[in-house]
């Protein structure tokens, strides 16, 4: 997938011929009102929490309220058109994740263009996935388990959130680079499909550390590996699957973007003060509780990012043939 990186940087960058002092002078007056962050997602799921923390932060920081709106609809697409269409003043911006950039791949009549229609402004957050299986699969390794899965192709049952959920993509790419072949059984979320993996209806789950995580710890699911190029503070005991399949990596993230042409000056307070806040201890410690870690970097490295995801992913997708839902 070839993707225009230099316009995407071009927006990171924010290269503009302003006068400095009018530059200034308006970097310091945003924001003089409230801002709109939208939430491609319902109230109360994860993106809606972390979005939440985010604007509380930001509220303290630059006195004006920064108010949530949810705007749940076509994966995630309704409320990304909403604020590539909206005014590029600073004061409309989008809790953007990993699936806007998975949407790439997996729409084809969309109607803006996620990487030329959107200047980036800060990570968040990421958060890692693990491979777990039900008790009765004769397992305790992620070598065992591709030992185990290549002597029984398509027999075994891999449960996921639905058709390009990440439970669904971080196990697809685990097929690709180890050669076995898992039955993918998608469910409308990863809640039932968690359910079915308890009860052996399902024997291998790329879920979530924050869904499985309570399971793993009550050994009522086993942990093979997580899906981060490290070790996690959450599951000390768990190895990266990287340990043993070289150059695996999976993870999602959280961030801000804003309509294209957003002065480059508001995108430096924002950047600033979401960076501040990604090194508080009080705030690390909120995100830890959520089973992720901080994000931290400047829009250009933000930019790079999210260009070299989109492309990783899309491989990854048209590889698979995988279609929204």
């Given at each position: 997938m070839k993707l225009p990186r230099r316009k995407f940087l071009d927006l990171a960058a924010g290269a503009?011929?302003?006068?400095?002092?009018?530059?200034?002078?308006?970097?310091?007056?945003?924001?003089?009102?409230?801002?709109?962050?939208?939430?491609?997602?319902?109230?109360?799921?994860?993106?809606?929490?972390?979005?939440?923390?985010?604007?509380?932060?930001?509220?303290?920081?630059?006195?004006?309220?920064?108010?949530?709106?949810?705007?749940?609809?076509?994966?995630?697409?309704?409320?990304?058109?909403?604020?590539?269409?909206?005014?590029?003043?600073?004061?409309?911006?989008?809790?953007?994740?990993?699936?806007?950039?998975?949407?790439?791949a997996l729409y084809h009549n969309l109607s803006f263009d996620f990487i030329r229609d959107l200047a980036p402004v800060a990570g968040v957050c990421r958060y890692a996935g693990v491979l777990v299986v039900n008790p009765s699969v004769p397992a305790e390794t992620v070598p065992e388990f591709i030992v185990y899965a290549k002597a029984?192709?398509?027999?075994?049952?891999?449960?996921?959130?639905?058709?390009?959920?990440?439970?669904?993509?971080?196990?697809?790419?685990?097929?690709?680079?180890?050669?076995?072949?898992?039955?993918?059984?998608?469910?409308?979320?990863?809640?039932?499909?968690?359910?079915?993996?308890?009860?052996?209806?399902?024997?291998?789950?790329?879920?979530?550390v924050s869904v499985s995580i309570d399971h793993i710890r009550s050994g009522k699911l086993r942990a093979l590996g997580v899906t981060t190029s490290t070790r996690m503070d959450v599951l000390p005991d768990v190895p990266p699957m990287s340990d043993f399949v070289p150059g695996y990596e999976a993870s999602g993230w959280e961030g801000i973007v804003a309509p294209k042409d957003i002065p480059p000056e508001i995108i430096d307070t924002l950047n600033k003060e979401i960076n501040a806040a990604l090194v508080d201890a009080n705030f690390k410690s909120r995100l830890a509780n959520l089973g992720v870690e901080p994000f931290a970097n400047s829009p250009v490295e933000f930019s790079n990012f999210i260009v070299d995801y989109t492309e990783k992913w899309g491989k990854v997708i048209q590889a698979a043939g995988i279609k929204a839902e």
């Amino acid at each position: 997938m070839k993707l225009p990186r230099r316009k995407f940087l071009d927006l990171a960058a924010g290269a503009v011929a302003l006068p400095v002092v009018a530059r200034v002078a308006r970097a310091q007056a945003y924001p003089t009102r409230p801002v709109r962050l939208i939430v491609c997602f319902a109230a109360g799921g994860p993106s809606d929490i972390t979005a939440r923390l985010i604007g509380q932060w930001l509220s303290e920081r630059l006195g004006q309220s920064f108010i949530i709106e949810n705007r749940p609809g076509g994966g995630g697409n309704l409320a990304t058109e909403m604020v590539v269409r909206a005014r590029p003043d600073g004061y409309t911006l989008l809790e953007a994740t990993s699936t806007n950039a998975w949407n790439v791949a997996l729409y084809h009549n969309l109607s803006f263009d996620f990487i030329r229609d959107l200047a980036p402004v800060a990570g968040v957050c990421r958060y890692a996935g693990v491979l777990v299986v039900n008790p009765s699969v004769p397992a305790e390794t992620v070598p065992e388990f591709i030992v185990y899965a290549k002597a029984s192709p398509g027999k075994i049952n891999m449960g996921s959130g639905g058709a390009g959920t990440p439970s669904h993509l971080y196990g697809e790419l685990f097929k690709k680079m180890t050669g076995v072949d898992l039955v993918h059984v998608p469910y409308r979320g990863g809640g039932p499909a968690v359910i079915d993996l308890l009860s052996g209806q399902l024997q291998v789950f790329f879920g979530t550390v924050s869904v499985s995580i309570d399971h793993i710890r009550s050994g009522k699911l086993r942990a093979l590996g997580v899906t981060t190029s490290t070790r996690m503070d959450v599951l000390p005991d768990v190895p990266p699957m990287s340990d043993f399949v070289p150059g695996y990596e999976a993870s999602g993230w959280e961030g801000i973007v804003a309509p294209k042409d957003i002065p480059p000056e508001i995108i430096d307070t924002l950047n600033k003060e979401i960076n501040a806040a990604l090194v508080d201890a009080n705030f690390k410690s909120r995100l830890a509780n959520l089973g992720v870690e901080p994000f931290a970097n400047s829009p250009v490295e933000f930019s790079n990012f999210i260009v070299d995801y989109t492309e990783k992913w899309g491989k990854v997708i048209q590889a698979a043939g995988i279609k929204a839902e």
